[in-house]
């Protein structure tokens, strides 16, 4: 198994200009640019973590917050928050500034996952990730319900074996 990293092994940070071609009519950057770039963030942050290829498994929770327009500038940064086996969780936030106004904001956030595969394309082992930080912590510990959730709707498991989602599926413990 290779050596555990921690989340700020994997940070990656980009920035891109919202240009007319990124927009829509109304001068807004369209929702399918944006989660575009939040893919291609998150995959370079997962290579950076497992040194590995990856391919992208599942892309949820994209939230859209505030309108970005054409002309504004929009940093992306991405980390992994958790592994399992194969697979990684990578978290996502993207940020718009008005350059001229000398404004920003919070624009979009959303946790991707992805598979690291081997030459032959099949799912290799990953680094562990360990949390340093209370943020890093939190993302880490809901990974596994996140994770499971994701399991649960792609129907690859059974609610009553969700073991950190009991409580949202009202399954009784045995003892």
Do not use: W
Request: with cysteine; proline share 4%.
């Amino acid at each position: 198994m290779p050596a555990a990293k921690t989340p700020q092994d994997s940070f990656v940070q980009t920035t891109e200009l919202v240009l007319p071609n990124d927009t829509n009519t109304l001068g807004n950057m369209m929702g399918g640019r944006m989660m575009h770039l939040m893919d291609i963030v998150a995959a370079m942050s997962a290579q950076k973590h497992c040194g590995r290829v990856v391919v992208t498994a599942s892309a949820d929770h994209i939230s859209f917050r505030k309108q970005i327009k054409l002309g504004m500038a929009v940093t992306l940064q991405a980390k992994v928050t958790r592994a399992f086996n194969s697979s990684m969780e990578v978290h996502v936030t993207a940020c718009a500034e008005d350059l001229l106004m000398q404004q920003s904001f919070k624009s979009n956030d959303a946790y991707f996952t992805f598979v690291a595969v081997d030459q032959m394309g099949r799912p290799i082992d990953v680094p562990a990730v360990e949390p340093e930080t209370e943020e890093e912590r939190r993302h880490y510990d809901g990974a596994l319900r996140r994770r499971q959730l994701r399991l649960i709707l792609a129907g690859r498991m059974k609610p009553d074996e969700a073991t950190e989602l009991r409580s949202i599926f009202d399954i009784e413990q045995e003892d």
